[in-house]
């Protein structure tokens, strides 16, 4: 009012505004400056800046509508604001105003109104300009998806400004090493060696570190200290290392913070055991060891005494030379906040997280929400400022994340780290709040200001904005934990989980329930588990694991108070109270015994707070469902009787304050109107996407939907996309016509085909989850594109699969599904050991088994849970000292139209996801190649394939075995697509659409070059597991190298998965006597390269008797010397190869208590004898200045 009033009496009039400002979040700018700020404001009316006198000048500039936000006179002492400096509430970066009032009445000009001149680095550019862009490698456990949406959002935004980009990833997987992304890609490990040969070889101008994780940052920090960035003239695009060294090392991070009496966690940086020690001895128990420049917590944890911090710190300098021993503040909250800053010195906070879970487990490991639930205007406020004075201070350029414990009490607070990169949280705050994060980091790092870039969902706003949500978002971690021998369930400081989900809801019960079912471990929700048992609540409570959210539902089951729980488990009373009402309405629901005894008000109260129709029906029905999918059909339609239906509403980044026609969408039952217009004109295609990345289904299954969406906008359809991951590339704004973030059931994915109406539905590009809903949702008349839903099931159905091939006189090894142990034992006798054990409809082989005697075999069905009439298991004959052969291949009616023929390393009994992948296939008979494709067509033909599908195969001497085939696109289509230069999911699409396609002339046999694909392990996160490889897959990720023969690849896709070339000294420990002669050349040549072999008992004896010298060490149970442990802690070996024998408990106890140090200390291990002879023939046979440098680009 005050600037209205000021600017009508200097003879100024006032405008009604269009759209009034009313928010806490509108940006101005000072005029005549690149200046600006985030004000609180609420007004109607605006000056017209055109009228004022010609004493008079505007002083303040909306930054959305370009209207008036303050004046001042040229001459007297007088100035005004439209928006409120003292910001209560609000944000108070305009709170200078109050001392220029002060320099006024002193008589002193105003301070600040000079053209400030930008920074000395101009912006980045021009003619052949040059980026070189660092990706983060293979998907590791706190290392996931989301460098992938993060580097291709990057290289969208530099591709923009005509400035060329060259991509080091080794990820071959993954979207931004496609076609079209990046100019150029080198599938290369991301280390100091490779990235300096290829900017000797592309000489660029700049670098990004941001974007490809703690891999990328700690590669270009040893470029920058190492002078080979100077050497080369390599400028650093945004964040300077300087600032990126202030915030990884943590002595200088510490000391940066007290320069501004910031307050940080009480800690201190030490180099040796003994020091951390004596640290911890100051500081006082409990303390927690963190290991610097380290990603998810790796190499950190609790010590609650000495002893504990022995074993610790042992880990933590295996993985890092600096060790920060820290005050324990477990139980504080966890909040985070998104940053951004441009080189004119412009921040904003983007989005602020807060972690369900208290202090004490890793941010990574928590359930996370956005916006914060339990701080109020002043701990917000407080906070934000806080986040910017650090990163000012800091001198960050893009985004960074800011970490805080903050205890709500006493209101006191402490930095825990700023991570000066894109991380986790930035793609979940970029997928949370509609702000291109990733993108606009990228533009910021070229030069630009935020001022010059406008934000990319609204199209018309600036992006110097702090997004306003409507809504509630919630991240759960997914665990894999059961996957894993002998792994620790608890959680704690470092990360374990493998993927995430993200929920969006307009409460936060909603948000948490969706959230829950999204993780895809067969829970319905926070109530109606049934399946899950805990036996101790207590103590469960007390020690969290993977599973504790549902032990808090379990606790209130029991009768445990909101008080009790949270004294247990320290997480805030208004996250517990919001729990506790889901209780109680799933408390009356089960009140009922049928749908009429359930109200209108009580059934769409629990859909407000997130029930799906299958917990309703269980809340109501109890035991009496006999068929489930029927019984959630008659709550759907006595749902949609009554009229209670889900509304769609969009994520607009301002909420609704601005008009924004967005594409981003999701549904709630907190509505009364879409906020969307649907045509029904069967002009769409419905894509399903892959959920949460998991062991089994990963970035792979990503990038099978993005091509899918690609080809289906290319060809003029309207693409959709369903799918609720934030780490994908997907579920990103732009990469369709529509973008449905949300559940992948059955009832949600009907919701939205109810709306949309497409012309048909793709299941075959996400996995196993689209391809689990194929059938009902064929049942329901909806139109599945390509192969039906019936073939899917006459594949899927191991019954219906194996008398289809007994049909068409395909051979198979001899299976039974067996419910009883008598029936298991006769069968075996029949067939003899090995057998292969396993339940149906899986991925990743979960819950399979290879049992080797008869011991295995009852301790394996005691962990597979009851066999029964009702969980029958699957008992294969197991082909020992088979090769492995894959095919992925498009077919057309039955017709195939591409394929690739790709050969496993290892033998048949590692999983297809974790072998090691040659293709072309190098070792293969012509007469194998021959009857696998003649096979592949009878298969194709039977199904009536039209789409994707890939076929696993065994082959013994000439003969072939086929082990299962899967009407999808499978985990190597995007290794097989790169390595030929065909893209198999561009094919199918236009297939699946119905558009003629023409044969590929090139086939594999056509290459000059040779692509191995390797697996990424994760072991190191993972406590106390078993790091040995089985039927049961294990890894978390790939990469894909390229080689001009097959020993140039290994050698590369090895060190790309961070395996090492060892020094000098190799412990072998290798298995049975067949495994002995298979390693027997690799033995020979380690000798002849000059190697000290070290070997255990049978291994020693074995290399005597073949003239191999080594040096015998004993196991862990026989008590002589020299100990192999001992060498291992001692740092005496460079590489273990350790081939387990068997199964039986006591050869795991003695290699596994080797195989676990060797992870625990960073050591390389491989555990299969065909991996370890191929890896030691490449580094015996070359040496790293061996490999090419040369781009995908350059292999024709």
């Given at each position: 009012m005050?600037?209205?009033?000021l ?9 009604k505004?269009k759209y009034?400002?009313r928010?806490h979040n ?6 005549g400056?690149n ?11 605006a000056v017209?800046?055109d009228?004022l ?5 505007p002083?303040?500039v909306?930054m959305n ?8 006179h040229k001459?007297k002492p007088?100035f005004t ?6 910001a209560?509430s ?9 001392d220029?009032f ?10 600040l109104r000079k053209k400030?001149e930008a920074?000395a680095a101009g912006r ?5 300009a ?7 490698g293979a998907?590791?456990i706190?290392e996931?998806?989301?460098f992938d ?7 969208k935004?530099?591709?923009?400004e005509g400035?060329?980009t ?5 990820n ?9 992304v990046?100019d150029r890609?080198?599938?290369l ?5 490779f990235?300096e ?6 000489r660029?101008?700049?670098?990004l570190?941001a974007f490809g994780g703690?891999?990328a940052?700690?590669c ?8 080979v ?9 945004g964040?300077p290392?300087?600032?990126i060294m ?11 913070l ?9 800690s201190e ?6 020091d951390a ?18 990603l ?12 504990e911090?022995?074993?610790l ?6 993985f890092s030379?600096?060790v ?7 139980g ?6 998104e940053?951004?800053?441009d080189?004119?010195?412009?921040c904003?906070?983007?989005?602020n997280?807060?972690n369900?879970?208290?202090?004490g487990i890793?941010?990574g490991e928590s ?5 914060s639930?339990?701080?109020?205007n002043?701990?917000?406020?407080k906070l934000r ?14 985004e960074c994340?800011v970490?805080y ?10 930095v825990?780290?700023v991570?000066a ?5 930035s793609?979940?705050a970029?997928?949370a ?6 993108f ?5 790092g070229?030069g ?6 406008k934000?990319s ?9 702090e ?11 997914r665990?894999d ?14 990360m374990?989980?493998?993927?995430e ?11 948490l329930?969706?959230?829950?079912r ?12 049934k399946?899950?048992v805990?036996?101790?609540i207590?103590k469960?409570?007390t020690e969290?694991t993977?599973?504790r959210?549902?032990v808090?539902s379990?606790?209130f089951h029991a009768?445990?108070t909101?008080d ?6 320290r997480?805030?009373?208004?996250f517990?109270?919001?729990?506790y009402?889901i209780?109680?309405t ?5 009140q009922?015994?049928s749908l009429?005894?359930?109200s ?5 109260q629990?859909k407000?707070?997130?029930f799906?129709?299958f917990?309703i029906?269980?809340?109501v ?12 059909l ?7 009787k009554?009229?209670?239906l ?13 008009p924004?026609?967005?594409?981003y969408l ?10 969307v217009?649907?045509?029904g004109?069967?002009?769409s295609?419905?894509?399903l996407?892959s959920?949460?990345?998991r ?8 990038w099978?939907?993005v091509?899918?969406?690609n080809?289906i906008?290319?060809?003029g359809w309207?693409?959709?996309?369903i ?13 369709c016509d529509?973008?449905?973030?949300d559940e ?8 939205i ?9 793709i299941?075959s590009?996400g996995g196993q989850?689209?391809?689990?809903l194929?059938?009902r ?7 599945i594109?390509?192969t039906?839903?019936?073939s ?11 008398a ?7 051979d198979?090894p001899?299976?039974k599904e067996?419910s ?5 034992n006769l069968f075996?006798?029949e ?9 149906s ?5 979960a ?15 005691q962990?597979?849970?009851n066999?029964?009439?009702k969980?029958p298991v699957?008992v294969?004959?197991f ?6 052969v ?6 057309d009616k ?7 023929i790709?050969?496993?390393?290892e033998?048949a009994?590692v999983?297809s996801?974790d ?9 293969l ?5 021959r009857r ?12 009536n ?8 195969y065994?082959?013994?001497?000439n ?7 899967n009407?999808?696109?499978?985990r190597?289509?995007?290794?097989v697509?790169?390595?030929?230069k065909i893209?198999?999911i561009?094919l199918?699409?236009?297939i699946?659409?119905g558009l003629?396609v023409e ?9 000059d ?6 697996s990424?392990?994760s072991?190191?996160?993972?406590q106390?597991?078993?790091p ?5 897959m294990?890894?978390?990720g ?7 023969d097959?020993?140039?690849a ?5 060190l790309?998965?961070g ?5 000098k000294?190799?412990?072998?420990s290798?298995g049975?006597?067949?495994q ?7 033995s020979?040549?380690l000798s002849?390269k000059?190697?000290?072999l070290?070997?255990t ?7 005597q ?19 192999a442990l001992?060498?291992?802690h001692e740092k005496?070996?460079?590489m273990?190869v350790n081939i ?5 408990a ?5 290699g596994?208590?080797i195989?676990r140090?060797?992870?625990d200390?960073n050591?390389?291990?491989?555990t ?5 002879s191929?890896?030691i ?6 040496n790293?200045?061996d490999i090419?440098?040369?781009s995908?680009?350059?292999?024709k």
């Amino acid at each position: 009012m005050g600037n209205q009033l000021l600017a009508k009496a200097g003879g100024a009039s006032v405008f009604k505004l269009k759209y009034g400002h009313r928010s806490h979040n509108q940006p101005v700018r000072m005029v005549g400056t690149n200046r600006c700020f985030i004000t609180s404001q609420n007004h109607g009316y605006a000056v017209d800046s055109d009228t004022l006198g010609a004493d008079w000048e505007p002083l303040f500039v909306n930054m959305n509508d370009g209207t008036n936000e303050g004046i001042r006179h040229k001459t007297k002492p007088f100035f005004t604001s439209q928006f409120h400096p003292e910001a209560c509430s609000g944000p108070t970066d305009t709170e200078f105003m109050f001392d220029w009032f002060v320099e006024a009445l002193n008589g002193q000009p105003l301070s600040l109104r000079k053209k400030e001149e930008a920074p000395a680095a101009g912006r980045f550019g021009g003619v052949g300009a040059k980026v070189l862009v660092l990706g983060s490698g293979a998907l590791k456990i706190g290392e996931a998806g989301e460098f992938d949406y993060s580097g291709s959002q990057a290289l969208k935004a530099i591709k923009e400004e005509g400035v060329e980009t060259i991509l080091i990833n080794p990820n071959i997987a993954t979207v931004q090493t496609s076609e079209g992304v990046a100019d150029r890609v080198y599938f290369l490990p991301v280390t100091p060696f490779f990235v300096e040969k290829v900017i000797e070889k592309e000489r660029p101008e700049g670098i990004l570190l941001a974007f490809g994780g703690q891999t990328a940052l700690n590669c270009g920090v040893a470029l920058y200290q190492s002078g080979v960035l100077e050497k080369y003239n390599v400028r650093v695009l945004g964040t300077p290392v300087q600032a990126i060294m202030d915030t990884e090392d943590r002595e200088l991070f510490v000391r940066k913070l007290d320069e501004i009496e910031v307050k940080t966690i009480k800690s201190e940086a030490v180099s040796t055991i003994a020091d951390a020690r004596r640290a911890a001895a100051e500081l006082g128990y409990p303390v927690i060891i963190r290991a610097a420049y380290a990603l998810g917590g790796l190499g950190s944890g609790f010590c609650d005494n000495e002893e504990e911090l022995n074993v610790l710190a042992e880990k933590a300098f295996s993985f890092s030379p600096q060790v920060l021993v820290e005050k324990s503040l477990k139980g504080w909250k966890e909040v985070e906040y998104e940053v951004v800053r441009d080189r004119f010195d412009n921040c904003i906070t983007v989005c602020n997280m807060e972690n369900f879970d208290p202090l004490g487990i890793h941010t990574g490991e928590s359930i996370v929400i956005a916006p914060s639930q339990t701080l109020n205007n002043t701990d917000y406020h407080k906070l934000r400022e806080l986040a910017i004075r650090i990163i000012r201070h800091i001198g960050i350029v893009g985004e960074c994340n800011v970490q805080y414990a903050y205890d709500p009490e006493s209101e006191d607070y402490r930095v825990i780290e700023v991570n000066a990169r894109l991380s986790r949280s930035s793609a979940l705050a970029s997928k949370a709040t509609g702000y291109p994060l990733a993108f606009v980091a990228a533009k910021l790092g070229l030069g630009y200001g935020l001022f010059d870039l406008k934000n990319s969902v609204t199209k018309t706003t600036t992006a110097f904005f702090e997004p306003a949500l409507d809504y509630v978002v919630c991240k759960i971690p997914r665990w894999d934990l059961g996957k894993f021998h002998g792994v620790a369930r608890e959680i704690g400081s470092s990360m374990k989980s493998v993927g995430e989900v993200m929920a969006i809801g307009r409460t936060f019960e909603e948000a948490l329930q969706k959230g829950l079912r999204m993780i895809g471990q067969g829970m319905h929700g926070f109530v109606e588990n049934k399946e899950l048992v805990i036996n101790d609540i207590g103590k469960a409570l007390t020690e969290p694991t993977d599973r504790r959210i549902f032990v808090i539902s379990k606790a209130f089951h029991a009768g445990y108070t909101v008080d009790q729980i949270h004294e247990l488990t320290r997480i805030d009373r208004w996250f517990l109270q919001k729990l506790y009402g889901i209780i109680r309405t799933d408390e009356e629901l089960g009140q009922g015994n049928s749908l009429p005894d359930i109200s209108d008000s009580l059934f769409r109260q629990a859909k407000i707070q997130g029930f799906s129709d299958f917990q309703i029906a269980r809340a109501v029905f109890k035991d009496s469902i006999t068929d489930f999918e029927e019984a959630v059909l008659s709550v759907r339609r006595d749902r949609k009787k009554r009229g209670i239906l889900p509304v769609v509403k969009q994520i607009d980044t301002l909420a609704a304050e601005y008009p924004a026609q967005t594409n981003y969408l999701y549904l709630t039952y907190n509505g009364t109107e879409n906020d969307v217009h649907y045509l029904g004109d069967k002009r769409s295609i419905v894509v399903l996407g892959s959920g949460a990345y998991r062991i089994g289904s990963s970035v792979e299954f990503d990038w099978c939907g993005v091509q899918a969406l690609n080809t289906i906008r290319k060809e003029g359809w309207r693409s959709v996309m369903i799918n609720y991951n934030p780490e994908t590339v997907s579920t990103d704004y732009d990469m369709c016509d529509r973008l449905y973030f949300d559940e992948l059931t059955f009832e949600r994915v009907m919701d939205i085909l109810e709306l949309e109406n497409p012309h048909g539905v793709i299941v075959s590009t996400g996995g196993q989850i689209p391809n689990n809903l194929a059938m009902r949702l064929d049942e329901q008349q909806v139109h599945i594109l390509g192969t039906s839903a019936k073939s899917i099931d006459n594949a899927e159905d191991r019954e219906k699969f194996s008398a289809m091939l007994d049909r068409i006189g395909v051979d198979q090894p001899r299976w039974k599904e067996l419910s009883s142990m008598k029936d298991i034992n006769l069968f075996v006798e029949e067939v003899g050991f090995p057998v292969l054990v396993r339940p149906s409809y899986v991925l990743s082989g979960a819950a399979m088994n290879v049992c080797s005697n008869q011991e295995e075999l009852e301790r394996f069905l005691q962990l597979a849970a009851n066999v029964s009439k009702k969980h029958p298991v699957v008992v294969s004959q197991f082909i020992e000292y088979a090769k492995e052969v894959e095919v992925d291949a498009v077919a057309d009616k039955g017709e195939i139209i591409m394929y690739a023929i790709s050969e496993h390393i290892e033998f048949a009994g590692v999983h297809s996801g974790d072998a090691t992948i040659q293709f072309p296939a190098q070792k293969l008979y012509v007469e194998t190649v021959r009857r696998i494709k003649r096979t592949s067509k009878q298969i194709a033909k039977e199904l009536n394939i039209s789409g994707p599908f890939n076929i696993q195969y065994l082959a013994k001497g000439n003969e072939i075995k086929v082990i299962e085939c899967n009407l999808r696109a499978s985990r190597s289509f995007p290794f097989v697509s790169k390595v030929l230069k065909i893209n198999f999911i561009e094919l199918a699409t236009r297939i699946m659409l119905g558009l003629p396609v023409e044969k590929p002339s090139k086939n594999e046999f056509d290459l000059d070059y040779v692509g191995i694909k390797a697996s990424q392990f994760s072991f190191n996160r993972l406590q106390k597991a078993d790091p040995v490889l089985g039927v049961d897959m294990a890894s978390t990720g790939e990469v894909g190298c390229l080689g001009d023969d097959v020993l140039e690849a290994v050698l590369t896709s090895m060190l790309s998965v961070g395996h090492r070339i060892p020094a000098k000294n190799i412990l072998l420990s290798t298995g049975t006597a067949k495994q002995k002669a298979a390693m027997l050349d690799a033995s020979k040549m380690l000798s002849e390269k000059g190697y000290n072999l070290f070997a255990t008992g049978g291994t020693h004896r074995f290399l005597q008797e073949n003239g191999i010298a080594n040096t015998l060490v004993y196991w862990p149970s026989e008590n002589r010397h020299p100990q192999a442990l001992d060498l291992l802690h001692e740092k005496k070996i460079d590489m273990i190869v350790n081939i387990p024998r068997d199964l039986t408990a006591g050869e795991l106890d003695n290699g596994y208590k080797i195989r676990r140090s060797a992870i625990d200390l960073n050591i390389p291990l491989i555990t299969n004898a065909r991996l370890a002879s191929a890896f030691i023939e490449a580094f015996c046979t070359l040496n790293v200045d061996d490999i090419c440098i040369k781009s995908w680009q350059e292999y024709k």
